[in-house]
């Protein structure tokens, strides 16, 4: 399936899909086992769209998380001194007997 028609169901769909599709790659798992696989290509297709429902599921729940102007805003990324990371590390090199 696309991704488009997973973004179309419910949670709930999408949930009771994943299940069903979990449970179907588990069989041809065993059935790969035991030698009689059809379709070995269906693996990655299986996996692929449980993948593709997982990703609908964490980008719902993660639009959900965000925080209206109103109430406040999610605090961002602290940015790092590149300049001081390099400068520990050439005192480090230097403290362990190695030159940079």
Not at 4 to 28: A, G, H, V, Y
Not at 47 to 70: G, M, Q, Y
């Amino acid at each position: 399936m696309k991704i488009k028609e997973f973004s179309n169901l419910t949670e709930d769909d999408l949930i009771t899909k994943e299940k069903q599709l979990k449970k179907e790659l588990f069989d041809m798992e065993s059935h790969r086992q035991m030698g009689r696989v059809e379709k070995p290509a269906s693996f990655r297709n299986l996996r692929r769209d449980i993948a593709r429902i997982l990703t609908v599921i964490n980008e719902r729940r993660i639009s959900n998380k965000k925080i209206s102007p109103k109430e406040g805003t999610i605090p961002e990324k602290k940015q790092v001194n590149a300049k001081r990371i390099v400068k520990s590390n050439a005192k480090e090199r230097k403290v362990n007997g190695k030159k940079s």
